[in-house]
């Protein structure tokens, strides 16, 4: 058997191992991750730890993309000087309750992501020149895929014991300015991380879509 073959198999009876293990998350999982999980404002005066931050991502990293292109950057911003320098990028709204959180991560999109195309989809490398000469396409796919990896990025928060808040409330040309100057990287959205303080917590969950108003099965 090739080493090609004995990894094809090993990945196999990973995949079946877990799921004797485990067939699917239980309901206090689901609650914390999607059904009680709540947009926060506000949070406690907690830290996070450089830990925490590389727990998040090491889950994130994991949810899938198309060609597993991973074209999603993160810059999380904690510092005072840091936190100054987001400031002037913030819509009004924004200013007070960004300053305020342990950790704001700016979720950007490479748009050179297919660079490295042959290490992260070696079973079809050439896949990746179609994006050379295309930038239109290179910047469409790397937006909608960076995108998808930010929900993972909510869930991971959540998953961890954290809470999140995302919002678009800034202005993207400046960001990309102070953070991303001499990379190929753009901004995409802002999230905060922390606890969250539930005195922030206004009211009850806005509504939500049931299945039939918002989905068909054809």
């Not at 699917?24 to 450089?50: A, C």
């Not at 001499?182 to 879509?209: A, H, M, Q, T, V």
Request: with cysteine.
């Amino acid at each position: 058997m090739s080493s090609e073959e004995q990894a094809l198999e090993a990945a196999r009876a990973r995949i079946t191992a877990y799921r004797e293990k485990i067939q699917r998350l239980d309901d206090n999982s689901l609650d914390l991750i999607f059904r009680e999980g709540r947009s926060h404002n506000w949070f406690q005066d907690r830290e996070v730890t450089d830990d925490q931050l590389r727990e998040i991502y090491d889950l994130v990293k994991f949810g899938s993309t198309s060609s597993n292109t991973q074209p999603a950057r993160l810059i999380f911003i904690r510092s005072p000087e840091a936190k100054e320098r987001l400031r002037p990028c913030l819509m009004p709204a924004n200013v007070d309750k960004t300053m305020a959180a342990p950790v704001t991560a700016l979720l950007a999109y490479d748009l050179e992501f297919y660079s490295n195309f042959a290490k992260l989809y070696p079973i079809r490398p050439e896949m990746g020149e179609r994006f050379v000469s295309n930038a239109d396409l290179a910047r469409h796919f790397a937006f909608q895929q960076g995108t998808l990896q930010g929900a993972y990025l909510i869930m991971a928060i959540r998953a961890v014991g954290l809470d999140a808040g995302a919002m678009g409330g800034f202005n993207t040309e400046a960001a990309d300015a102070e953070f991303l100057e001499g990379r190929n990287w753009k901004s995409n959205f802002l999230c905060n991380i922390g606890y969250g303080d539930l005195e922030g917590i206004k009211g009850p969950r806005f509504y939500r879509y049931d299945f039939d108003e918002v989905c068909e099965v054809i």
